[in-house]
């Protein structure tokens, strides 16, 4: 296996996969409309010789000119306001942009890995949430073009597995953070961050008792590359992220005392469809991959404070 392209490099994990990639020495093609992506996150990978990026939208042509031995399809805004502010675009990156990518997959022979999301579960109604369970989501609600989308998405790289017997496998993504976010991302964990630093209130939503699982970022890019490498998972759907639970409310306390700040909390309304709890169950991973995350919540939070202190301060 030599070259890989990466869709959505420029996001959030995005560029952290082709770091990644790029690292372990594979060619690493990656492409990005910058919808929600941003360039300064490949500054410091542009000096590699085995990176290339070219600016191109997933839902466009993809004869790129590349026989790729691996395609991973992450390009997707990710965020909640991001589903409000970029509704279509998150539904055609999903629809048109599987389509598109998966067929080059089929065309070229390449190993496809589909970057899916513990947001198929929506609200869930057991606990945690294992790869058996089929979800209770609202097809119609803010978060549906994305819940939606990513439930299609699966359907067509499952379609493909058994009907074209392309090489597929499914992450399922639960929520992730660390440097590389945008500071005005919208989600848990950059936001209080920077309201932390910037001495603002912290804003919770509801009254923050539901729950959130948070993975470190290099936890979750080690288990997509495990996904993406090994050679006996072929059509495997599994979750990956950190079943470590907590509740916002404590998220925010834990924040204001890391950043040293002087901040308050404010309640203001919850979001639509907000899902009450969620925690990965990663029985699968561990039993087909032997993965585990590392990176304990205190640890990555210091990280992406440091990260975030350095942005706004430099
Ligand atoms: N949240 C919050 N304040 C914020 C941003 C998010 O209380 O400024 C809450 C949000 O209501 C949700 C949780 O934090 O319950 C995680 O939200 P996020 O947008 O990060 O991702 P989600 O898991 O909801 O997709």
């Known amino acids: 296996m030599n070259n890989v392209l990466i869709t959505g490099a420029a996001g959030f994990i995005g560029s952290h996969l082709c770091e ?3 690292r372990e020495d594979f060619e690493v093609y990656g492409i990005d409309n910058f919808v929600s992506g941003n360039l300064k996150n490949l500054d410091k990978l542009k000096d590699f010789d085995n ?3 070219k600016k191109h939208d997933v839902i466009d042509d993809l004869n790129l000119g590349i026989e790729f031995d691996l395609i991973l399809h992450f390009a997707c805004p990710a965020s909640p306001e991001d589903f409000l502010n970029f509704p279509l675009e998150t539904l055609k ?10 067929e080059l ?3 070229m022979g390449s190993r496809y890995v589909f970057a899916s999301t513990s947001e198929i579960y929506g609200d869930p109604l057991i606990h945690p949430q294992n790869e058996n369970y089929w979800g209770n989501v609202n097809p119609i609600g803010s978060r549906s073009v994305y819940n939606e989308a990513k439930r299609f998405s699966e359907a067509v790289t499952i379609a493909y597995y058994q009907k074209k017997s392309v090489d597929v496998r499914i992450p399922r993504i639960f929520n992730t953070y660390g440097p590389n976010m945008r500071v005005n991302d919208g989600r848990i964990i950059p936001n209080f961050i920077i309201q932390a630093l910037n001495e603002e209130s912290l804003t919770v939503y509801g009254n923050g008792s539901q729950t959130r699982s948070l993975c470190y970022i290099d936890d979750l890019v080690k288990g997509i590359f495990m996904m993406s490498m090994n050679d006996n998972i072929s059509g495997e759907i599994l979750n990956i992220g950190n079943p470590e639970e907590y509740t916002v ?3 925010a306390r834990n924040i204001i005392k890391r950043t040293g700040s002087n901040s308050d909390i404010i309640f203001k309304n919850l979001p639509e469809d907000d899902p009450k709890r969620r925690c990965p169950d990663i029985t699968k991973a561990e039993k087909f991959l032997n993965y585990s995350p590392r990176i304990m919540l205190d640890q ?12 706004l301060f430099d």
């Open 93 to 102: 990156a999903n629809s048109i942009g599987t389509f598109k990518t998966i």
């Open 249 to 251: 409310i404590d998220i």
């Open 20 to 22: 990644k990639f790029i």
């Open 51 to 53: 990176f290339h990026f």
């Open 105 to 107: 997959a089929e065309s």
């Open 300 to 311: 990555g939070l210091d990280h992406t404070i440091e990260f975030f202190r350095s942005k």
